[in-house]
């Protein structure tokens, strides 16, 4: 059982906008910052998003974040075939000192 | 361009130590950041297992605080993962990567090595 809660899966069209959710508590998410990693099949998890809404370097403004309360989420617009990974949200939680993850969502382009 | 490589044994029998190392290329690893060590078990999630800073200052997984040591050698540039006491359960992918954070609210990876599968088997 992962500390922050993700939706199993999600799927959506090419070309259409899906939204993740990343839902804590107000020890983690609703006093920390969050960060969101994409892990296509096969390879290592890659920052998408971190401090809720920021972008590293590189990464299209078709992925977006953000935060309200205890919950997170992630956004990507015009979908693509290679979009079709698992993404996790990430976040520190003081009450653990811990870095917590949440269990993961996968996203079909179908 | 910065780099992180995992090393070490691909299979550990129950109950020894399993032991990796990353070595970091294109960064000096005194210059900042924490480093980092998360696991991936077959078809699971993402398991956050320590992270160290160059000056040794530490944090371990609550859950896993009892059996871990990370520890980091700046003349070689690397860090390194020793987990104790292994069973089955801890037969994952283990990733090291790049922290920004230190405890406070702000703590995401930047930066992941390939990952290198270690099985707990006898």
């Known amino acids: 059982q992962s500390v922050l809660t993700q939706p199993p899966s999600v799927s959506a069209a090419p070309g259409q906008k899906v939204t993740i959710s990343c839902s804590g508590s107000?020890?983690?998410?609703?006093?920390?910052?969050v960060s969101w990693y994409q892990q296509l099949p096969g390879t290592a998890p890659k920052l998408l998003i971190y401090d809720n809404d920021e972008r590293p370097s590189g990464i299209p403004d078709r992925f977006s974040g953000s935060k309200s309360g205890t919950s997170a989420t992630l956004g990507i617009t015009g979908l693509q075939t290679g979009d079709e990974a698992d993404y996790y949200c990430?976040?520190?939680?003081?009450?653990?000192?811990?870095?917590?993850f949440g269990g993961g969502t996968r996203l079909t382009v179908l | 361009q910065v780099q992180l490589q995992e090393s070490g044994p691909g299979l550990v029998k129950p109950s020894e130590t399993l032991s990796l190392t990353c070595a970091v290329s294109g960064y000096s690893i005194s210059s900042g950041y924490y480093w980092g060590w998360i696991r991936q078990p077959p078809g699971k999630g993402l398991e956050w297992i320590g992270s160290?800073?160059?000056?040794?200052?530490?944090?371990?997984s609550p859950s896993l605080k009892s059996r871990v040591t990370i520890s980091v050698d700046t003349s070689k540039n690397q860090f390194s993962l020793k987990l104790n006491s292994v069973t089955a359960a801890d037969t994952a992918m283990y990733y090291c990567a790049r922290c920004f954070g230190g405890g406070g609210p702000r703590w995401y990876f930047d930066l992941w090595g390939r990952g290198t599968l270690v099985t707990v088997s006898s």
């Open positions: 160290i800073y160059h000056s040794g200052s530490n944090y371990y």
């Open positions: 107000s020890s983690n998410i609703g006093n920390t910052y």
């Open positions: 990430g976040t520190w939680d003081p009450s653990l000192s811990a870095v917590v």
